[in-house]
Every structure is written in structure tokens, then in C-alpha cells.
């Protein structure tokens, strides 16, 4: 074979394999891209995955459909579970979860039929922090009421053990001190929120960028009956809502407290930094995942989406696949008697 036709027999081999942009491209074609949702409808992780649904398409070679799926059940877990394990793994399905539960992975928590270190991760939406609000009429106007020997147990709804809403209140009872009695059970953050406005509990625990965009009405306007009592991470943001709240980890330092309560409190913020994310199961050709993460990433710069964020006043800050697979490998890297102590804790 002459050299010329040797290049031109490389070149055209080159452009035909399933690396290539037109094989992603002739694959995505006519699909439907579902995207799973661990959590039912109203809440944090199903909103996140409708505005993305509104314009992913569009930068998917091929432009596939996307829809959203809810599949709620263990804090997410089920959701994660199923499109590991049992889902088609051809890049036409994606996983959106509560990222509390690659910490579940790493305390050997039962249910987890995953590995963070395989699942190949599209993007995260943005960088949060944990924090508890109780309810204006509970008693409980700071943290510090809630702390040491006279301190008030304040009742608190939660979705799930070692979920968003569950791990701040337990975490804060054993590096604070605090009497948070968590009531596990509710399948979402509208049934949870539910359950302050109508005094079934006193208070609830999430991340706080759930508050300005889907529980404003909780804590300004006519209806307002709450106040955020404290906060994860070592600085507190400039926020109406945060104005006074005290930062964990400061108040960890200011309680006389050890390094291995700084630690937890260091463990759970990770899990933060990386607050909805999305990925497809190990197996999925890299090409796709390629094409998945150029997409998820061109989609939070999408004018549509950034409008509709706005309006809803979602705060974005969304971290790339290859980012997010960094601290899922740090937060799977947490000292050992840490996990081990965070494991009695979440019990």
C-alpha cells in the first residue's frame, strides 16, 4: 500500500470510530436521554434536573429528547442504585442524586450498591452549605439554645438518614452538642417543608441554597415563621437570611472542641462543594461521557437557563465532571476514625 493510501485508509478509520463526534452524534439521533431523579417533584435535585431538561438537547451531538424521571426512595439512593446497576448503560440514561450518599459509601452505610470511584460524573449545579432553621414560635431563637445540659430538643423533618436533611442535625448533635431530634420519613423537600408550616415538626435541616429558591416564603414575606440557626463550613455568606447565623466550624473552635469534630464537620461540607450532581453509570462509552460533560457544561452558560434560574432565584455555581471526580476521591479519602465515628452518628 502507497503512503498516500495508507494515510487516507488511517484517516478514514480515524473519522468511523466510536470516538468520533459523528458516531456520538449518528447515536444520540432520535434517542430519549432520561434523566433520573432521586427525589420526587418540588424539590431541590428534581428542579435542578428540569432546568437542565429545558436545554441539555440542544448541546447533545444528535439532540436526543431528555425527560425527567422520578425515582424517590432513600434519600436518593435507590435512584443511584438502579442506573448503576440495572440501566441501560449507552449513555441514555443519567443519574441525578444527593452527593450525601458518596459519604454513605465511605462510612460503609447498608443500601449502597455503588462505587463513586466508578460512576463517571457529568457536573455538579453549584457549591452550598448544610444548615438547620427552627420555627419562630419554638423557643429556639439561636443555636446556642439548643446546646449543653438545659439546652431545648428542637424536632426536626427529615427525607432520609445520611441525606441533606438528616446529616447536618445528627453531625451538629455530636461536634455541638446540639439536641436536634431528627424525624426521618418524608420523601421530599416539599413534604418536609410541609410539615414546619404545619407544625407536625419545629424546624428542618437542608442546604442552604434550597432557601432562596424553593422556601423563601418561610423566612420573609407575610407567611415567614422560621430562622436559619446555623451554618456548615468555617465563613458565612452575605445573605438576608444568614444575617447573625454563626459558621460551624467557627463555633467548633469557639466551644473548645477537637480536631476530630473539625474533621466531621470538614467531611460533610465536602459533600457540599459538589451539591447536585449528575453521572452516568462505569460502562458508558467515553466518547458519550465526553459528549455528557461538553453539554452539562455549555447548558449553564445557555441564556434560557440562566434566565430561568434567576426567576427562581437558583444560584449557580456548577463544577465540571473531571471536578467533581477529584472530591468524590478526597471525601472517599477521610481518615478512617472519622468515618467510623460519622457511622455511629448517622445510626
Known amino acids: 500500500m502507497g503512503k ?5 485508509a488511517v484517516s478514514f478509520a480515524f473519522l468511523t470510530t466510536p470516538a468520533s463526534g459523528a458516531s456520538v452524534e449518528d447515536f444520540y439521533k432520535g434517542k430519549t436521554i432520561r434523566i433520573v431523579a432521586g427525589m420526587a417533584p418540588g424539590g431541590a435535585t428534581d428542579t435542578n434536573a428540569r432546568l437542565l431538561q429545558k436545554v441539555l438537547s440542544k448541546y447533545i451531538p444528535g439532540n436526543p429528547n431528555v425527560v425527567v ?3 424517590p426512595g432513600g434519600g436518593t439512593m435507590l435512584a443511584a442504585n438502579t442506573v448503576y446497576n440495572t440501566e441501560a448503560k449507552d449513555g441514555t440514561v443519567i443519574a441525578a442524586f444527593n452527593p450525601d450518599i458518596v459519604l454513605s459509601q465511605a462510612i460503609g452505610a447498608p443500601g449502597v450498591r455503588f462505587d463513586g470511584l466508578e460512576y463517571q ?3 455538579s449545579a453549584v457549591e452550598t452549605s448544610s ?3 427552627a420555627r419562630t414560635d419554638s423557643g429556639v431563637t439561636r443555636i446556642e439554645d439548643t446546646i449543653g ?3 431545648k430538643e428542637l424536632v426536626v423533618s427529615s427525607f432520609g438518614k445520611g441525606g441533606p436533611s438528616h446529616l447536618p442535625p445528627v453531625v451538629f448533635n455530636a461536634t455541638l452538642g446540639t439536641k436536634f431530634k431528627v424525624v426521618t420519613g418524608y420523601e421530599g423537600g416539599v413534604p418536609q417543608r410541609l410539615a414546619v408550616k404545619n407544625k407536625e415538626v ?3 435541616c437542608t442546604t442552604f ?3 432562596p429558591s424553593l422556601a423563601a416564603d418561610l423566612f420573609e414575606g407575610p407567611a415567614a415563621c422560621c430562622k436559619v440557626l446555623i451554618i456548615t463550613g468555617s465563613e458565612v455568606e452575605d445573605h438576608p437570611f444568614l444575617k447573625g447565623v454563626p459558621a460551624a466550624e467557627k463555633l467548633v473552635e469557639k466551644l473548645g472542641k477537637g480536631k476530630d469534630e473539625l474533621a466531621m464537620l470538614r467531611a460533610i461540607q465536602a459533600v457540599n462543594r459538589i451539591t447536585r450532581p449528575m453521572a452516568v453509570a462505569p460502562g458508558v462509552p467515553k466518547d458519550r461521557v465526553q459528549a455528557l460533560r461538553r453539554a452539562y457544561d455549555k447548558a449553564f452558560t445557555d441564556p434560557e437557563l440562566r434566565r430561568a434560574a434567576e426567576k427562581m432565584k437558583m444560584d449557580l455555581g456548577p463544577k465540571t465532571g473531571e471536578e467533581v471526580s477529584r472530591i468524590v476521591q478526597e471525601l ?3 481518615p478512617k476514625p472519622v468515618l467510623v465515628w460519622l457511622t455511629e452518628v448517622i445510626k
Open 4 to 8: 498516500k493510501l495508507w494515510l487516507l
Open 149 to 151: 445540659e438545659r439546652g
Open 69 to 71: 424521571e422520578n425515582k
Open 209 to 211: 441554597q434550597t432557601l
Open 131 to 133: 444548615m438547620c432553621a
Open 332 to 334: 472517599l479519602k477521610t
Open 202 to 204: 419545629q424546624g428542618f
Open 121 to 123: 460524573w457529568i457536573g
